[in-house]
Structure formats: C-alpha cells, structure tokens
C-alpha cells in the first residue's frame, strides 16, 4: 500500500493564483480531511469529509475549497491564494467515526506552500 | 471555547535524560487521546493512543503516557531518550459531545531536541 500520497511536494505560488493540491490514498478509508501547520499553532483543520459526496468545514476554511468524488481522493483547491495561506499542508485519512470516536489518523507526506 | 493545550513549545535535553511532554485539554466528558510524532521531514506519525482502559498507555519507541481523567492531561514520557527522538511532538483529543463525537483537535506541537 502506499498509503496516503499528496503532491506536489513544493508550491510556489502568486498572490491571485489557484491551484489543486492533491491528495489519495489507497486504504478504503472514509474519512479523509486536510490539516494547515503553521508554527506555534499545531495543525488546524480546514475541510474534512466522511465519505464519498460529503464534505465539511472545520475550523479554517475560508479560501478553500473541496470535494469528495471517490473515496480515494479528496482535493483541496486555493480559489485565489493569499500570502496569509502559505503554510505545509498535510492531507490524513482514516476509517470513519465509530462508537468509540475517531480512530488513528494517516498522515500524508505535506505539501508546503509559499504564496508570494 | 474548547482547546489543547501544550505546556512547552521548545525543549532541549541531553542524551539519556528522561522527557515529560504536558498536554491538557478543557473537554469535560469523554475523550479519545492520542500523541502524534514529526520526525524532521517527515509526516506524522501515532505514538500513542488512549480510548478507554487501563489509562497508562505505552506506544513505539518506548513513549507512555498517563491520562488522568481529574486533572483534565494526557503527558508523555519518556525515561531515556536518544537523539533520535529529536522531533516535533503533537497531542490531540477527539471529544465526545452530547451525542456525536467532534473533529479532532491538535494542540500546537512541542519541538524537542536532543543533543548528544
């Protein structure tokens, strides 16, 4: 398995700009989401899907976008990156909510971003 | 507001000393605990988790923590790391509210290093 992929590695975009930053894995998983790190402030969740056609916010969402066509992908779109968007971004997934919460989560590799 | 909270953002030690990691969160009812682990270049990776159970838990590389439901903490320890612990270490709590359990939440990350 190679578990979950995102590409590219290395972005450098303009202010302005839009782009796709792609994300798949090949595990089955239902729940997949996307993660910004930035120093000092962890990972915060920007969209998140349980499955096939559903997506979600989490908690910084503005000037993204996604969607969830198959299972194994799940995009995440800059409409018109900003230089406030500049960041490593890293894609996860897992299986779904249980009874018992949300399980382990597989990280990506991250994709780090600089908007000039 | 509900939060996670990472005492130490920056913690340098020698080989063979011994690492406490403190995390606190402010959800007051049932929680999912995990420590995630960023070696440098890589993607993260689960340590340890915490669902239920006996609540000193151990994980890889020889990491436990102890989830003390009281003082609302989940700390890692280590008794005699090495430098290849040298990374950025993540707490992060999914929390169960009335009736659904919500996303998961990273606290903003320890970066240890350890010198030889």
């Known amino acids: 398995n190679a578990g979950v992929t995102q590409t590219p590695k290395f972005q450098v975009l303009k202010t302005g700009q839009s782009m796709t930053l792609q994300c798949a894995q090949d595990?089955?998983?239902?729940?997949m989401s996307w993660y910004r790190q930035d120093p000092g402030m962890g990972l915060r969740l920007i969209h998140y899907?349980?499955?096939?056609?559903?997506?979600d916010q989490g908690e910084v969402p503005n000037g993204y976008n996604v969607s969830r066509s198959t299972t194994e992908d799940f995009p995440l779109r800059l409409l018109s990156a900003a230089p406030s968007q500049t960041s490593v971004y890293f894609c996860?997934?897992?299986?779904?909510?249980?009874?018992?919460?949300?399980?382990?989560?597989?990280f990506g590799p991250g994709t780090r971003l600089t908007v000039l | 507001a509900q939060s996670v909270s990472q005492h130490n953002h920056h913690v340098i030690l020698s080989e063979a000393a011994s690492l406490e990691l403190g995390c606190n969160y402010s959800?007051?009812?049932?929680?999912?605990l995990f420590w995630y682990v960023q070696y440098p270049g890589q993607h993260l990776q689960l340590l340890l988790k915490?669902?239920?159970?006996?609540?000193l838990v151990k994980g890889i590389k020889g990491f436990e923590a102890e989830f003390i439901k009281s003082k609302f903490s989940f700390n890692l320890r280590k008794p005699s790391v090495q430098w290849s612990d040298t990374a950025e270490y993540f707490c992060?709590?999914?929390?169960?509210?009335?009736?659904?359990?919500?996303?998961?939440?990273f606290g903003a990350g320890t970066q240890v290093v350890v010198t030889p």
């Open positions: 959800y007051g009812g049932t929680v999912n």
């Open positions: 915490y669902f239920s159970g006996d609540p």
């Open positions: 992060a709590v999914n929390a169960k509210t009335t009736d659904s359990w919500g996303k998961l939440q």
């Open positions: 899907s349980v499955g096939a056609g559903i997506t």
């Open positions: 595990m089955n998983h239902e729940y």
């Open positions: 996860a997934s897992s299986k779904t909510f249980q009874r018992g919460g949300l399980p382990e989560q597989f």
